[in-house]
């Protein structure tokens, strides 16, 4: 299974900044990765989905014109860039990787591996 492991999470005020992290245990380029969240009482969403040899990176209508997702192949790691962050971007922030490269952030089941989550807080 592949391991990862989110960091970057924290407590901002509405219009402030974020970068997550997320450190993997295989080749970027083995996997298709992706961001989801999930606020309390809401079911999980998924926010970005990384481009790779076949696809385009793909963003949530919320997280279009603020987020930005990446990867660094030589690290290993998978990033969030988020700005003009608003209250209700809060929510638990996970990592995720799936084998298919067509994997969709409509379909849960298509991401087999999941990392603990970070929580990010905005206030406003």
């Known amino acids: 299974r592949v391991q990862l492991v989110e960091s970057g999470g924290g407590s901002v005020q509405a219009g402030g900044s974020l970068r997550l992290s997320c450190k993997v245990s295989?080749?970027?380029?083995?996997?298709?990765w992706a961001w989801f969240r999930q606020a309390p009482g809401k079911e999980r969403e998924g926010v970005a989905r990384?481009?790779?040899?076949?696809?385009?990176?793909w963003y949530a209508d919320a997280a279009k014109g603020r987020f930005t997702a990446s990867q660094d192949n030589s690290l290993n790691m998978v990033y969030l860039q988020m700005n003009s962050l608003k209250p209700e971007d809060t929510a638990m922030y996970f990592c995720?990787?799936?084998?298919?490269?067509?994997?969709?952030?409509?379909?849960?089941?298509?991401?087999?591996?999941w990392g603990q989550g970070t929580q990010v807080t905005v206030s406003s």
């Open positions: 295989v080749d970027i380029n083995s996997r298709t």
């Open positions: 995720a990787a799936s084998g298919d490269r067509f994997a969709s952030l409509q379909v849960g089941r298509d991401w087999e591996d």
């Open positions: 990384l481009g790779n040899a076949v696809t385009e990176t």
